[in-house]
């Protein structure tokens, strides 16, 4: 048994860091959107056989138990008691260590693969293997614009007027030639104690929601203080797009990657800019915000 499956890019459109838990973890308020760009994984399951091997097309990743698919496959196997191989081959579009959650969405494909491939309509069990996998991990489950609370694990789905609202939306991807680590920004933000207000987050939210409030307007990052300090480059680029251009954009998750909220018409101007100030290493993409679900798997809902 074999399955093809799509394992898409996240950006976070707004993100509140609003603070520390008891548990170690950062509460926040994130407004989510999947795109129509990421990743795609190949799963293949041999009875008879037992163990687990991935193989990925970018050489930088591990390859074992590091690899936050690797370990999605072993807590499946193990929560459902089953003695089999799983062979995953991850085929690599998402950049590392951008902030576009390219392992939490491989872990979330995994999970979903697995399940569909052995028939295992569990929806809660899921959700709890992908929360022990990453506070990103739960939102990729159903991938479409959502809004998440807590560590990551709370989930909110947009009314449909919200989301027709986001659907389709073109933007661009870009990012420079290095990655920021997840935990120095979370750690850096701990440090300067520099958290959002959560009641205000909401307030913000809630506007948008009632379209009192602009998707431009609601643009929001609390890592762009924290980062900009050490890496200037980023908001000195985001800047230089909001004065030339005149178009929305801003950095996703704790960077590098940022997109810009653009039609064809802005965006040879903004891959003119990323040229200009990042280099030909510069990682620039189109795309757009999209519902993306498992095909194969009708009625399958996790």
């Known amino acids: 048994m074999e399955i093809e499956i799509s394992s898409p890019a996240k950006i976070n459109l707004m993100l509140a860091v609003t603070g520390l838990r008891d548990d ?112 990103d991990c739960p939102l990729f489950l159903n991938p479409e614009p959502l809004i998440m609370r807590g560590r990551g694990e709370e989930i909110e789905r947009l009314d449909d007027a919200a989301k027709q609202s986001l659907a389709g939306e073109s933007l661009v991807l870009f990012k420079p030639a290095f990655g920021i680590s997840t935990l120095w920004a979370y750690q850096s933000l701990a440090r300067f104690g520099e958290y959002a207000e959560a009641s205000e987050a909401e307030k913000r939210l809630s506007a948008w929601k009632k379209g009192a409030l602009s998707l431009s307007e609601l643009l929001f990052n609390s890592f762009d203080s924290v980062v900009g300090r050490k890496y200037p480059s980023i908001p000195l680029m985001l800047e230089s797009i909001r004065q030339k251009t005149g178009v929305s954009c801003l950095m996703s998750g704790s960077g590098s990657a940022c997109f810009a909220l653009c039609n064809q018409a802005n965006e040879a101007g903004i891959r003119g800019l990323v040229a200009e100030y990042w280099g030909a290493s510069a990682f620039f993409r189109s795309t757009r915000i999209a519902d993306i679900g498992l095909t194969r798997t009708n009625g399958l809902s996790f």
């Open 24 to 135: 170690g973890f950062h509460s926040l308020t994130s407004l989510v959107a999947p795109l129509s760009f990421g990743d795609t994984i190949f799963i293949r399951v041999k009875a008879g056989k037992t163990g687990i091997s991935l193989e990925t097309s970018d050489p930088i990743l591990p390859e074992d138990d590091r690899n936050i698919a690797w370990r999605a496959a072993d807590l499946f196997l193990k929560r459902f008691g089953l003695d089999t191989r799983v062979e995953i081959r991850i085929e690599k579009n998402i950049p590392i260590g951008a902030g576009l959650g390219g392992g939490s969405s491989n872990a979330a494909a995994v999970l979903k693969g697995l399940a569909t491939l052995f028939e295992i309509q569990d929806g809660p069990a899921l959700r709890d293997l992908a929360e022990k996998l990453g506070s």
